[in-house]
């Protein structure tokens, strides 16, 4: 699976530190029961408008990965664009039709937290086993430097407490400390001056 351009999907805005990972239109060979249908159908003008929508809805059909989310753009007329977060899949998974196992293309479902449900379905996508392993590898990239942070932030402010504990307790003693030498020494100078009036 090759990296694609940015440029190939004008309507993707990427944030700073966001990369783009995978990017593919549905199969071509998934128009095939679309044509196979239409073209019958043609004959009777019922048909040319089933072919054109299926192939306007291909064209118009991007899925993407990128570091942090998962993108699915649909639209001829209109755009919708949807966008699920890493740190929010819950599960994946992909199906492949006998047509699908034999073109080599298949659906990606992608549910998520919260939903309990699949939330987006990358259809008839060309290798969908590596789509799946692509999606579960960044999913689980990202939890482990999110869990890594937050284990970081904790120990942090363990650390930051347990110093001032340390400064609160060090503080008193050195103060009883000094107390302690001035009552010593005050005794000394007094004797010294009874001393010295004798």
Known sequence: MDTPSADEFEWLTLDEDEELLWGDTPHRLS?????????????????????????????????????????????????????????????????????????????VEIATAGTGGVEMRFRNVESPREVQT?????????????????????LDEILTELQAIRQSIDEPAEASSAESDRSKAEPAASGTGTEESL
């Open 134 to 154: 692509k999606i579960n590898e960044r999913s689980a990239e990202t939890e482990n430097g999110t869990n890594g942070e937050d284990a970081e932030a904790v």
């Open 31 to 107: 128009l095939l029961l679309s044509i196979g249908v239409g073209l019958p159908l043609c004959l009777v003008i019922v048909g040319i408008p089933l072919v054109v929508s299926s192939y306007l809805h291909h064209t118009n059909t991007n899925y993407v990965i990128t570091t942090t989310a998962v993108y699915k753009k649909r639209g001829i007329f209109s755009r919708s664009v949807q966008r699920v977060e890493f740190d929010k899949v819950q599960n994946t998974s992909y199906q492949q039709s006998m047509m699908g196992s034999y073109f080599g293309y298949g659906t």
